[in-house]
């Protein structure tokens, strides 16, 4: 019989906390049980193992991104809006390093619930690319030109790459204006044509 208040969403969010705690890889089902006061055995009431624990981890990390980025692009249009969710993403990852680290972990899963949140985080970019223009597979090219900007930088940021001869924040916003300036040039050209 599953101990009363112990159900799926506190065993995930009980396994975010200790990997935030003490970092991705250090997460066993032994830890987690000890930190939520059961024995091992009892969390296969919640989870099937640790795999399913890590997807369920990866899907919490997406939506928690994806809301940050929703409302930060809220009533935004183009630069606008790509600016803002730049911000969230990276404040994202600064408050939820080994979260982040899970969504790139584990980006190939059959899970239909990950694979669902994974395409409303892309949704969001392409909402926002979809303003400069209609073609879908620029959309795609330029959501992904984007979100390797935005994981290049916050992967070079996690590990101490860059420097204090200029604020990280700095280069950021140089290098989203100079995308931003890349896709009205484009889209310009599109109109003219």
Known sequence: MPRQGLNTETVVKTAALLI?????????????????????????????????????LANMALKQLSSMMLDAAKGKKRGDALRAVAAAYCEYVKQNPEMYRI????????????????????SILFDVLSQ??????????????????????????????????????????????????QLEKISQSMRRN
């Not at 705690?21 to 997460?27: A, D, F, P, Q, W």
């Not at 032994?30 to 099937?48: C, D, E, F, G």
């Open 20 to 56: 935030e705690e003490n970092g991705y890889e250090s997460l066993t089902l032994h830890k987690l049980a000890s930190k939520l006061n059961v024995k091992p055995a009892s969390l296969y009431t919640h989870i099937q193992g640790i795999d399913e624990l890590y997807v369920s």
């Open 103 to 122: 969504i790139m972990k584990i980006p190939h899963s059959n899970s239909e619930e990950l694979i669902k949140t994974g395409r409303a985080v892309k």
């Open 132 to 181: 400069y223009t209609k073609e879908n597979d620029k959309i795609i090219l330029y959501s992904r030109y984007y979100h390797s900007i935005l994981h290049g930088f916050v992967s070079l940021d996690q590990t101490g790459f860059f420097d204090e001869a200029l604020p990280a924040d700095t280069s950021l916003s140089d290098i989203i204006n100079n995308f931003i300036e």
